[in-house]
């Protein structure tokens, strides 16, 4: 009897070991490393941010900043609901990053039974989270991996850099309709990537960064067309759009900062480009990012945040 135990035990161990082994594979191959930053290692997508420490600590920076405008996690009338909770109350995070937002909420309502996670590749927390906090790794351009009609509320936000025109309209936006129930809510959060009132050197930085994002397909103006893609589904009702403004630059004290750190650590991450487009060394576009903070308290720009949501049919 002992043998045959210690015989099972092994080979449960194995298989573990294996299984552990083939996960850290996948996850290393979903990576690639590019001038000393890891980027995604998916040929077909089109984000090009990379995914390392210093885009962790900016995702999660723009989370707070985001919360601090708007003074809340989300627009949608779904307080009631997530607080009453239910025996299958479920809420869906769509490319949920580290996932700061499902963390926050999934402690903010006990009571519902499942907030979900998912991004491309697993950078959001495995072990440590609330009871009611799961995550998932999922492509939402190969659909959502879930029933019809299966969430409360389903949440997405900061993808303007990750899907062309013609996937928001025909795979993101009927998929986010889909997964969502009858009464439900979804809701989309979207920066206007411009920056209004701006000085010359952050119409140079800028028009380098949204040249960058024409090339690779992507909207750089978005914002103009995401109710008209939601209104084309035919499945929603009661379309609601808000907009905040916010400073940025060090003049406007905390808020400002906020906003120009996350600018900041944009046009860091572009600097091996954006240097080699302006035929500068290193040491001068050092200089180009540290002046772009002064001009920023010269002609106090601003940019605007986006809120969507709208209640399936």
């Not at 940025?248 to 480009?273: C, E, H, M, V, W």
Request: net charge negative; charged share 25%; proline share 4%.
């Amino acid at each position: 009897m002992g043998k045959k135990i210690s015989k099972l035990t092994k080979s449960s161990s194995n298989n573990n070991e294996s299984e552990l082994l083939e996960e850290r594979t996948n996850v290393s191959h979903s990576f690639k490393y590019v001038d000393g930053k890891r980027y995604h290692n998916i040929p077909s997508l089109r984000y090009h941010l990379p995914n390392d420490g210093d885009e962790f600590d900016r995702l999660q920076m723009q989370h707070y900043l985001s919360r601090y405008i708007w003074q809340s996690n989300f627009s949608a009338p779904v307080h009631e609901l997530l607080s009453n909770g239910g025996g299958d109350t479920r809420v869906l995070d769509v490319g949920c990053g580290p996932g700061t937002w499902i963390l926050e909420m999934s402690s903010d309502y006990p009571e519902t039974e499942l907030f979900h996670g998912i991004d491309i590749v697993p950078i959001f927390p495995d072990t440590i989270k609330p009871f009611n906090a799961s995550f998932s790794t999922q492509n939402a351009l190969e659909g959502l991996k879930f029933p019809d009609n299966y969430f409360d509320y389903v949440y997405m936000r900061f993808l303007t850099a990750a899907f062309s025109t013609e996937q928001w309209e025909t795979v993101v936006i009927p998929e986010l309709v889909r997964v969502t129930k009858s009464g439900g809510y979804i809701e989309i959060m979207e920066w206007d990537v411009k920056i209004y009132g701006q000085g010359p050197i952050a119409k140079r930085l800028m028009d380098s960064f949204l040249a960058d994002l024409r090339s690779r397909g992507i909207n750089d103006c978005i914002v103009e067309v995401i109710q008209e893609f939601m209104e084309k589904t035919n499945q929603l009702t009661n379309i609601e759009h808000d907009t905040r403004t916010n400073p940025q630059g060090l003049y406007a004290g905390q808020l400002g900062k906020l906003a120009l750190d996350n600018g900041l650590s944009i046009f860091r991450t572009y600097k091996p480009k954006f240097s080699k487009d302006y035929n500068m060394t290193s040491e001068e576009y050092d200089k180009l990012i540290e002046d772009f903070i002064k001009e920023m308290d010269i002609y106090q720009p601003h940019n605007i945040t986006h809120r969507f949501w709208a209640k399936k049919i």
